[in-house]
């Protein structure tokens, strides 16, 4: 169950998850030097539009995509505070593939498979079907995965990264 794991924030303090229950989460891999960041703007819009009503938006940085996560879990928070005025919570790096994968992208990827990506085709979303050969199945494609979860802790929808945040609206409100 997502409120049994245990992440550690950005400073190394342990958060259960349980402390975000009765929420509405958007759980985030980011990176800060990645062709995606800037939808850390977005993201910050839904947290400032929604957070009243309950949503939370849980930023996980990775390093695991061509190293663009670069820098300490503080370097990471300053540049997200100073260049996109993150208010959310951010945890410390993470890994989201492979052998030493954190236990709640473990979960999350076990529960939501899939991706739902955008129609169209776009070089990213080319870029995306063809890493689907070096991160086959349920594995993470990139930075700015996304996955929505409800009120009770099930996860209701997993989106591909080249879906902004703000094309998230209808499901979180849906939600709240």
């Known amino acids: ?14 958060v259960a998850l349980r402390t975000y229950q009765g929420k509405v989460l958007l759980i985030v891999n980011t990176a800060t030097q990645c062709g995606l960041t800037p939808q850390y703007q977005q993201l910050q819009k839904l947290y400032d539009q929604y957070r009243e009503q309950g949503l939370e938006v849980l930023d996980f940085p990775c390093n695991q995509f061509l190293e663009q996560a670069p820098g300490s879990d503080e370097d ?34 076990q529960v939501k498979p899939v991706d739902s990506v955008n129609s169209g085709t776009g070089p990213f979303l080319q870029k995306l079907k063809e890493l689907d050969q070096v991160f086959p199945g349920s594995e993470i494609k990139w930075n700015f995965t996304k996955f929505l979860i409800d009120r009770e802790g099930n996860v209701v929808k997993r989106y591909a990264p080249n879906i902004d945040p703000e094309e998230l609206k209808q499901d979180i409100e849906a939600l709240l």
């Open 1 to 14: 169950m997502l409120y049994d794991i245990v992440v550690h924030d950005n400073h190394g303090n342990e």
């Open 76 to 109: 990471i928070h300053n540049f997200c505070t100073s260049n996109y005025q993150t208010a959310f919570p951010r945890f410390a790096k993470v890994q989201v593939n492979g052998s030493q994968t954190c236990p709640l992208y473990q979960y999350l990827k």
